[in-house]
């Protein structure tokens, strides 16, 4: 890449945005970090020694318009709680039905269920499990199962070995009754894995998420609680772990660093689908009492009297196990729209799970319009690995990781730079010493092999202690990966 003298003095020099407490002293005594042929992506400094003239950016998902309307009888303005699932080429949604508002795990709640084959059209089966309204007709796979239909969060389970009469569960309940483990060979007929509740610590008043975790080799959940922060009270959120989803650990309080507290409702922590060892959480933060709309506007919505006191939108958080949570971004990922409609209280809550749509897209959903006769679910996309990403502006900056080992003989890299644009790659050893430099890339790739000046193969630095440098300019770095 060319850059002027001048530009180059800037950079070492004057033009510096430096993640200070990252910066190190580039010494031996570094801890090393493994990261095998995992990819790697720009969302938080775990990797990231020093950033010179450079910076972490969050993206804002596209807006792709409403995807599926909560209009039958049995679903409604208090539909909730969507979970999307992609296994194979089928998508599947499951969420609340619910007409009218009522207290939490009441009878009337229903669990409803939809599918689509590319995420995008989205259809609700006539299932035949459970009459409503005097019909079997319809897309309920949950009815009379209160409470946990109040809230029921399923998932795939990928531990290795599993029988395929478990091959999905699900996590329900409220305070009252804690959380309540079901299990399901297909997705669609469900029962309790007992009648008793597996985790009882917490408030569980909203969606309680759970996985298998490839990285920690045990089942992870996260739901809500309720934590102090000195006189005041925050929804926050809990996690506890188990090897055979029946016993689990007491409940541990996540944190969130150094970062001020706030309200979070739902935290839609999940493995990302491309690098599992990454939770990516795209949870709704509630703001009590910060009301945008006036009675009269909400009476001509249709919204229900006692839901536009407040106002929600999304936001970006990442953990990679234990019990915090990195919030390198504080700024809202997903905000609400135009038009008072958006600023009800719990609308703009995502959905879990981000799931593949197209070659190079993933997607987000959200609940919107909530408590009001247009409630429905909304569909946001990005690029793969899109999330955020390492930035440099024209005039150049560089990026230098964490000494690290890999697996693996080649180097793929998933970036966009401007026409004028492009990204160069050094390894170094861990005294910063170059050892490999690559050709330089232009160009806007979800996967891109780097090529090199010397050699062909990095299979002789494989499991050897290296670093990379990005010096870029009017680019960003998504992700990269070493296989």
Known sequence: MKLSFISVILILFLGNQTYSQQNSTN????????????????????????????????HEPRDEGPVLFFDNLWEG?????????????LYRAYYRGIPTAGDDGNANETTCYSESDDGKNWRKPNLNLFEIEGTKNNNIILSNAAPVTHNFSPFVDKKPGISANEKYKALGGTAK???????????????????SPVITEGKFDSQNVAFWSESEQRYISYFR??????????????????????????????????????????????????????????????????????????????????????????????????????RTF????????IGLKNWVSRTNYPALNVVQTDLTEMSVYV??????????????????????????????????TKPFIFTGEKLYLNFSTSAAGGVKVEILDVDGVAIENSKELIG????????????????????????????????????????
Request: aromatic fraction near 14%; charge should be neutral.
């Open 367 to 400: 609940n919107q319009d909530y408590a009001q006769p247009t409630a429905h679910l909304h569909r946001y996309s990005m690029r793969l690995d899109g999330f955020a990403s390492a930035y440099a502006p024209f005039e150049g900056g560089e990026l230098i």
């Open 444 to 483: 806007n790739e979800i996967e891109k092999e780097v090529t090199w000046e010397k050699v062909k193969s990095l299979k002789k630095l494989s499991g050897k202690a290296v670093k990379l440098r990005f010096v870029f300019n009017d680019a960003h770095l998504y992700s990269f990966q070493f296989r």
């Open 330 to 337: 504080m700024q809202g990922y997903i905000t609400p729209g």
């Open 27 to 58: 010494d031996k005594s570094q801890d090393v970090i493994n990261i095998g042929s995992n990819r790697e992506l720009f969302v938080d400094y775990y990797l990231i020694d020093k950033l010179e003239n450079a910076e972490l950016k969050l």
């Open 77 to 89: 303005q208090f539909s909730a709680y969507c979970t999307i699932i992609k296994e194979d080429n």
């Open 177 to 195: 009754s804690g959380l309540i483990a079901l299990v399901s060979p297909d997705g669609i007929r469900w029962e309790k894995m007992q009648d």
């Open 225 to 326: 609680i309720w934590t102090k922060d000195g006189f005041s009270g925050y929804r926050s959120i809990g996690r506890a772990t188990s090897n055979d989803f029946i016993n689990w650990t007491a409940t541990t309080t996540m944190t969130f660093g150094d970062t001020p507290m706030q309200h979070l409702y739902t935290n839609q922590t999940h493995p990302y689908f491309r690098a599992p060892q990454i939770y990516v959480a795209i949870a709704a933060r509630f703001m009590p009492k910060r009301q945008v709309v006036d009675e009269e506007s909400a009476k001509k919505l249709g919204v229900n009297p006692k839901y536009f006191n407040d106002c929600s939108d999304a936001v970006f958080m990442t953990t990679r196990g234990g019990s915090q949570y990195d």
